[in-house]
């Protein structure tokens, strides 16, 4: 795999939208706090006050007031010199979770899924760029990258991204094209917008999208769509296994309407 962020396990950072003006209808100290959150990550759990303030842009005297307002909270920890995030700032992830309570319904599907095909089943939906996972079962690990519910993957070299760009129309999904970090992380990755966007419209004919070894070498994902009663798609299921047990051909022809059908389960249960 080529040299890139993803190879450590890291979930990629979203980027972060241009900050409008401040005013009534935005408050530039919060939008600052969700900055520092932001700053924890795989690769920095533990900072120091610079360390905090370099990564979100922030004054040392700014980055200070919002992490001892986030200690006194209860969000941060510190001895003095490092801080750290507490397990209570997942409550903020957890209030989204817990307001879409299909995914606890949703997971006796994608276990069963899980069980027919023995390969790992993923539940996302689009996050600006990026794909973001609500709901995981796996198999055994098959990927370098650590992943779990929150973490993030770009859209352009995903199936479930792909396939959830194919929700927007055309116009939207190259603006979000153009607005991704595209590199190649292998040597199989389209980076291409011209190409990216005939990917997409392909996933959008077809209703479901496969992504051979564009994320990582070796790895080969396949999505279907999770839409709503509008036939809206709000989510995607995909299942992901190993190109050396299981081709793309196979995974297509065996296991694709497998995961078709766990899908429109899980749609009629919106």
């Known amino acids: ?10 979930p990629k950072t979203p980027k972060t939208p241009e900050a409008p003006a401040p005013g009534d209808s935005y408050v530039q100290s ?20 610079s360390e905090v303030a370099a990564a979100s842009g922030l004054t040392r005297a700014g980055a200070r007031r919002i992490l001892l307002t986030l200690q006194t909270l209860g969000y941060v920890v510190t001895d003095g010199k490092l801080f750290t995030l507490t397990p209570r700032i997942l409550d903020l992830g957890f209030a989204y ?4 309570p299909i995914w606890n319904r949703a997971e006796p599907v994608m276990e069963a899924l899980v069980q ?16 973001v996972y609500v709901m995981r079962v796996p198999t055994k690990k098959i990927m370098h990258i ?22 927007l129309e055309d116009n939207e999904v190259r603006a979000r094209l153009e607005a991704s970090s595209i590199e190649p992380l292998t040597k199989h990755t389209v980076t291409d917008i011209d190409a990216l966007m005939a990917k997409v419209a392909q996933a959008r004919r077809q209703h479901w999208c496969l992504v051979n070894q564009e994320l990582e070498e ?4 396949v999505a279907a769509p999770i839409v709503n009663k509008q036939g809206r798609m709000v989510a995607a299921l995909n299942i992901s296994g190993q190109a ?17 059908d766990a899908a429109k389960k899980v749609s009629l249960l919106l």
């Not at 795999?1 to 890291?10: E, N, P, R, S």
């Not at 390969?119 to 760029?129: G, I, K, R």
């Open 1 to 10: 795999m080529a040299t890139h962020a993803l190879k450590t396990g890291t």
């Open 30 to 49: 919060f939008a600052r706090g969700l900055q520092v959150i932001r700053s924890f990550s795989e690769s920095a759990p533990r900072q120091t006050l």
């Open 97 to 100: 979770l817990s307001s879409m």
């Open 116 to 131: 027919q095909v023995q390969e790992s089943c993923s539940a996302a939906v689009l996050d600006a760029t990026d794909i």
């Open 146 to 167: 650590s992943l779990g519910v929150g973490s993030r993957l770009p859209a352009y070299c995903t199936s479930l991204g792909r396939l959830l760009l194919a929700d």
């Open 218 to 221: 070796g790895l080969i994902s």
């Open 244 to 260: 050396n047990r299981t081709s793309a051909k196979v995974m297509q022809e065996t296991m694709l309407p497998a995961l078709i």
